[in-house]
């Protein structure tokens, strides 16, 4: 199977650009010291788009993305941060 997707691309006075599927629902929650995503169908691309985006050779290292229950997760979720390192 093959999937193309597009992304939007990086750029340094703008910082990154997500771009969401329509109808998506994304939830993070920890218990006994694991972190368990769940997400309908929109909310994985969604978040297949946004680590394709974060992954660009031109995004810095260190930027991330920052998500929580006040910006795109639904309530009650746990923040979930995703940093590209190296």
Avoid at 15 to 26: Q, R, V
Avoid at 69 to 86: H, Q
Wanted: with cysteine; aromatic share 4%; charged share 30%.
């Amino acid at each position: 199977m093959k999937i193309i997707v597009d992304i939007n691309g990086y750029c340094e006075e703008e910082g990154i650009k997500l771009d969401w599927e329509d109808d998506f629902t994304i939830s993070a929650h920890i218990a006994s010291n694991s972190v368990t995503i769940s997400a309908n169908r929109d909310g994985l691309v969604s978040l297949a788009k946004h680590l394709l985006t974060l992954a660009q050779k031109e995004v810095p290292i260190g930027r991330h993305i920052h998500l929580d229950d006040i910006n795109s997760l639904e309530e009650g979720s746990c923040e979930m941060i995703i940093e590209k390192i190296k």
